[in-house]
């Protein structure tokens, strides 16, 4: 469970005494207005000498702490860079509130008080500052402890809380909402994080499945695992195939969601994840180098059951169903050779040319079992392919899909949680680069446009609903640490999957 609360108050951060305040600046503002006017008088001039001398100026990523010394009751002070104000966007805070909340926990500070920016980015109302702010809080605090012998896995020290103090009644009232859909949204990612950290030999097909029945136990989310019998008796041969090298047998997730207000008989929308526990190619290995983070290949599933628990936890008034194939990826004296033809869920065979892309074949079954729920709309998302990590970087997911509205409505999503999209194009083309000799398509599509060819193997089998599929490839796994995205497993596409449910049922 998350030790730190972050709770939104009526009253003003002037006066009000805590071991630390966060102030906000704009970039190259020397006119201090509000309450940084009121700190600034209170501490004879201080802020304003630090921007004079330039040891501060307000730059986006930009900390200055100062010790108050009793000009004021709050201990210290934080000042926190904004950057433009022209330029002005919610990360800015989420960038914000991740470095003060390090900083509080660098200065042993257990609770810390702030307030709103003086102004909020272009469209945004309290409720979404609030929620930027939490977000980051929550997020920037993020440590993954569980395994330092060190102090029996907690953290040296804790940061506890963070009261967002809110001066009149309207404002606090959409701060407050802000601060609820924050911290879910936070802890749904740093949930997924955790997930993706644990090491596969911890983090098997069936500790997923354990975690999938604790969600159900605390939310009430009605769960179905299909064990691998089931799984036969269906004929998801994709799944199988994959799952065939490895001694953890394969699973396959079903959460639904039904929030209040959904009507009888309501369309879902799905949310498909690739769970793959562990990914060392099959028998087509993978090189060894960076094959530790292949722990990680279970992303998409993580991001799924975060979202399903904190969609139920939201009280989110959707119909929403998780579906997660679940399987580890082992070269075993059983497994999946090239070559080698599964028939899937579809009744469509597959040649497994390469069995190193086994992430569409479990999500062919995935999808081919989405379409029986008569879905709203589809989603999946997936560490897919390296050609994605090559054509998009570190910083956008990669967006592929038939349905031209739910592909927009996870732009305007994506920019507003900061876990952007990049559209690519599935386009029917690249087809003729998955054809077979002997069965109805193979899983790789050679050399050049790698995410695309991914693509368009799973639209055939994501049919009959709008679809859209996410490369999380790109984001997964940071190389280092930024204000509020830690070093390793980043879980980036939680937020925006959550920022599409709220948009569209809030
Ligand atoms: N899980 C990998 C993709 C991946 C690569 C995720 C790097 C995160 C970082 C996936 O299963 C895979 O191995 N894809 C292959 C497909 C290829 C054989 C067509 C790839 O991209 O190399
Ligand atoms: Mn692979
Ligand atoms: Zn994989």
Redesign the pocket.
Known sequence: MNKLQVEAKLGRVEGQSSDMVVLFLFEGETTLKHEAAWFDKALHGAIIDTIRTGEFDGKAGDVLPMHAQGKVPAKRVLLIGLGKRREFKLDALRQGMGHAVKRARQAKVSGFIGTLPPVFPKGCTAVDVGQAMTEGTVLGNYQFTAYRSDGNGTPRHEVTQFTLLVPDKVRLKQAAEGVRRGTATGEAAVFARDLCNHPSNVMTPSRIADEAKAIAKETGVSLKILEKKEIEELGMGALLGVARGSHEPPKFIILDYKGPKTAKGSKPTVFVGKT?TF?T?GI?L?PSENME??K??MTGGAEVLASVRAAARLKLPMHLVGILPVAE?MPGGRAMKPGDIVKTLSGKTVEVQ?T????RLILADGLAYAARLDPAAVIDIA???????VALGQFAIGMLGTSDALKRRLQAAGQKAGERVWEMPLWDEYFEQLRSDVADMRN??GRGG?MIT?AVFLSKFAEGYPWVHLDI?ST??SERERAYIPKGPTAIGTRLLLQYLIDHSL
């Open positions: 793959i990914d190619g087509s993978k983070q292949m990680a290949d990826n390469n190193d892309a086994e992430g560490t897919l392919t390296g050609a994605c990590v790789i599509g790698g991914a490839a997964d796994w």
